[in-house]
């Protein structure tokens, strides 16, 4: 059985917070070989690509209502033999644009993030609320080289969307 | 239909209509549901198509599977050599065909977590697809003298619940699910309730069943169709009713106010469905459907299905070629909005034209009249030839005004396929 820290970042989107700190301060702690035990209200989707660049892999779980259990472990060797100069994904700052874009008609909050996207410096990251998932969004940011991370509030009625531009 | 060939000129279960009637609900209606289905499905369960490319060899084997399906049945009609090993060799065709649809459709739809109103009205659709092809091959089968004694009373009464399945189950069950999803996406509306889709959906898979089993078995006693078909009718009615109600709650619960032509022409085929039914209901009860299920069905094909797939296809092909065509420098340079690569105006007048065309082409159908009917008929395919030019406007990106129209990086987009 891998040894892992436990985080619950439940209460965290609950409270209307970003997680991705939290997430962070906890892989930063993690000991050589340590995994890391994560429940969240949705399925954390777009992090396990960023934890698999990190070297971790994951086991999902549903548990009730939506929410999720996700064991991720580190993996032997190295995940991706070219990566990306290793981005930690610790040190993700504040965002320097914030949009609430949930009154906008589709596609406008599309245009609106990718626009702001652009205005973003090296590293800097841009949060929006959206009231859908922004499943047409997703490719072109992959295309330009954006991370992301986001999921729907517990109450499902708003989208939070975390944007962070390549190094 | 404008020429002659076939219903009204011909009996409607001559050959010739017969070659109609597939070139309509394959060629057209099931192949475009097919494209949507691959495109949407997707959106629907938030996963990946199980395989992109199954896409292409499954178009390859529809249109061969149609060309030879119809071919056996212009030779059944007379205008072929006698090749009636056509029909079974078409129908293989199109069962790999639509069985590598039906397959990459249900697997992405299987790997989804939680399955909403409309994958589920998908599934039926696809259940309805196999039953419909499973009926038509063995008809192909048939009609080729492959069939023994024991199927042949299923092709003497058995058409009925061929067409039942194929335009009530696969293509109309299948276009109620979609029109959830999409007329909650284009008009802002919040999804229907669960539960109460799922009361319409329960409502339409039990009219399958009555019909499509009920059917059957009552061909194997030999004890007529008549009374399945009341019992299908009045669930039919039912379901449609429900729908009905599902579809006005999504147009009142809007939050965009000023409808769009996509979503204002798609009410003219919600119109086309209710007056099918009160039709229908109607020739029921006075006990002449028979005469006039030519009439019905092509309203339901023509006013319904048809109507509804150009509606959403004017918005579908504009989003898509903007998002093709623009996403990658959007953010980057000045870019005109979706709404610029169409002229609502210009459209309306096809689809105000298609629609005219279709009622009162269908009325003529009830009054008897073969000859004006094949004016309305060109009439249609004149409106629809106009729908069609409007479509392509669209993808050369014909109406966009200069200087937005090709920003730096920007290509015009391929007519027929996405780069």
């Keep these: 059985m891998t040894d892992c820290i436990d985080l619950d970042v439940r209460p965290i989107l609950r409270a209307g917070n ?33 934890m698999a660049e990190k070297g971790f892999a994951y086991a999902e779980r549903e548990l009730d209502r939506g929410e999720w259990e996700v064991l991720f472990t580190p993996e032997a060797r190295p995940a991706s033999s070219a990566p990306p100069p290793a981005q930690p994904f610790d040190d993700w700052p504040e965002p320097k644009i914030t949009l609430d874009n949930r009154d906008l008609d589709p596609p406008e909050p599309m245009v609106k993030i990718l626009g702001a996207a652009e205005q973003l410096g090296p590293g800097e990251t841009l949060s929006a609320l959206l009231c859908r998932e922004p499943v047409f969004l997703f490719p072109q940011l992959e295309k330009r080289g954006f991370r ?5 509030t517990p109450d499902g009625s708003t989208y ?7 190094a | 239909m404008a020429a002659g060939f076939g219903f009204p000129s011909a009996d409607l279960a001559s050959p010739d209509t017969l070659v109609l009637v597939h070139m309509v609900s394959i060629g057209w209606l099931s192949t475009a549901m097919c494209g949507a289905l691959l495109q949407f499905v997707p959106v629907l369960v938030s996963r990946p198509l199980f395989a992109e490319n199954w896409a292409l060899p499954a178009l390859v084997l529809l ?30 065709l199109l069962i790999a065909g639509f069985g590598l649809i039906a397959a990459d459709v249900v697997l992405t739809v299987q790997s989804a977590k939680s399955l909403d109103a409309s994958a589920r009205f998908v599934l039926v659709g696809m259940a309805s697809l196999c039953v419909t092809v499973a009926l038509g091959a ?32 696969w293509l109309t069950l299948t276009a109620m699910g979609v029109s959830y999803r999409l007329l909650a996406m284009f008009m802002l509306s919040p999804d229907v ?107 339901i094909a023509f006013g319904w299905l048809s109507g509804l797939v150009l509606a ?8 898509l070629t903007w998002l093709e065509a623009y996403g990658p420098v959007m953010g980057r340079a000045p870019m ?22 279709v009622w009162v082409a269908t009325a003529l159908l009830l009054a008897g009249e073969g000859t004006l009917f094949r004016v309305a008929a060109l009439a249609m395919a004149v409106a629809t030839g106009g729908i069609i030019h409007e479509f392509v406007r669209t993808r050369r990106l014909t109406d966009v005004a200069e200087p937005l129209r090709l920003p730096n990086g920007v290509t015009e987009p391929c007519l027929l396929h996405a780069r």
């Excluded at chain 1, 939070?160 to 390549?166: H, K, S």
Aim: proline share 5%; glycine share 12%.
């Design chain 1, 160 to 166: 939070e969307l975390t944007v962070r531009a390549p």
């Design chain 2, 193 to 299: 309730d669960e539960r109460q889709s799922r009361v319409t959906l329960f409502v339409g898979a039990l009219t399958l069943c009555v019909a499509v089993v009920g059917g059957l078995v009552a061909i194997e006693a030999a004890s007529g169709l008549g009374a399945v078909l009341l019992w299908a009718g009045v669930f039919g009615l039912a379901t449609i009713a429900l729908y009905g109600r599902d579809v006005i709650e999504l147009y009142r619960k809007r939050k965009r106010r000023q409808l769009e032509l996509n979503t204002q022409m798609a009410a003219y085929g919600f119109l086309s469905l209710l007056v099918a039914a009160v039709l229908g209901a109607v020739l029921a009860a006075t006990g002449s459907f028979a005469p006039y299920a030519g009439a019905f069905a092509f309203l």
């Design chain 2, 336 to 357: 005109p909005r979706v709404q610029e690569l169409v002229v609502e105006a210009r459209a309306k007048k096809w689809f105000g034209a298609y629609f005219a065309a």
């Design chain 2, 63 to 92: 249109t061969a599977g149609l060309i030879a399906l119809l071919c056996g049945f212009l030779a059944l009609g007379g205008h072929l050599p006698l090749w009636l090993w056509l029909l079974p060799l078409g129908a293989c």
């Design chain 1, 148 to 152: 992301w991370l986001g999921g729907f």
């Design chain 2, 312 to 319: 959403k296809l004017h918005k579908i092909v504009a989003f």
């Design chain 2, 138 to 169: 063995t008809f192909a089968s048939q009609l080729a003298g492959y069939g023994g004694a024991a199927i042949d009373s299923v092709l003497e009464s058995g058409v009925p619940l061929h067409a039942i399945a194929g335009l009530g189950g």
């Design chain 1, 18 to 50: 970003e997680p991705f700190s939290a997430i962070m301060a906890a892989l930063a702690q993690l000991a050589p070989g340590q995994g890391l035990r994560l429940y969240a209200p949705f399925k954390p989707v777009p992090l396990f690509a960023v």
